[in-house]
């Protein structure tokens, strides 16, 4: 019953260093995001994929990549970590109808950028 | 841009309380759905409602849309101390990203 699968779950990076979120689901899901969860602020959508190959911005996708190789994976690169994106991120997947199908949520990954 | 709100931010009550927390737009969606998240874990669905006036029950929670499909409002009847959390609304429209509310942080004491 492994669902959505994020690692790490705990890392702490130095300024400029740059690091990659893995993020798997085994549904067959064609959707798949990246959110942040900040204090006060809900969550937040960084990048999302409608499908293998597919990706396109969300509300705040500044210095964070992804590339989507396989229905399965969506990793999340940070690409020269700022203290600024110290936070809770979570990787999700639905069917394709996202207007009104379930989100399934990973347990979240706690980054901590000194 | 789509926001939600919601209130109260922050809820404390005693046990076998009940209590309402809102979730509220200026903008329409198609559906909206209520998350809850406990300390370590993501979110988990609770329930989605798409009609104007809709109410489901889940046990001891009551949910409804509102008619113009712009606000919802969770109702806990009897709180527990396991409905403890922090509980989300998500508003969505077809073929578009869910846009989710800042929370309800509810802690329910013994």
């Known amino acids: 019953n492994a669902g959505v699968t994020q690692t790490p779950k705990f890392q702490v990076l130095k300024t400029g260093q740059s690091m990659t979120l893995q993020c798997a689901q085994d549904m067959n899901h064609e959707y798949m995001s990246w959110y942040r969860q900040d204090p006060g602020m809900g969550l937040r959508l960084i990048h999302y994929?409608?499908?293998?190959?597919?990706?396109d911005q969300g509300e705040v996708p500044n210095g964070y990549n992804v590339s989507r190789s396989t229905t399965e994976d969506f990793p999340l690169r940070l690409l020269s970590a700022a203290p600024s994106q110290t936070s809770v991120y979570f990787c999700?997947?639905?069917?394709?109808?996202?207007?009104?199908?379930?989100?399934?949520f990973g347990e979240g990954s706690w980054l901590t950028v000194v | 841009t789509q926001l939600l709100e919601q209130s109260p931010q922050f809820l404390s009550i005693q046990e076998g309380e009940n209590l309402t927390v809102y979730c509220n737009s200026s903008?329409?969606?198609?559906?909206l759905q209520w998350y809850r998240q406990e300390p370590g874990e993501g979110p988990v669905l609770l329930v989605t409602?798409?009609?104007?006036?809709e109410v489901k029950k889940l046990k001891r929670l009551t949910f409804q849309f509102g008619d113009a499909r712009k606000d919802s409002s969770l109702h806990i009847t009897a709180a527990q101390t396991g409905d403890t959390g922090l509980y989300l609304c998500a508003g969505g429209n077809y073929g578009q990203n869910f846009v989710f509310g800042p929370g309800t942080r509810l802690s329910v004491l013994p």
């Open positions: 999700a997947s639905s069917p394709i109808d996202r207007g009104g199908n379930t989100i399934y």
């Open positions: 994929s409608v499908g293998a190959g597919i990706t």
């Open positions: 903008s329409v969606f198609s559906s």
């Open positions: 409602v798409v009609t104007g006036g």
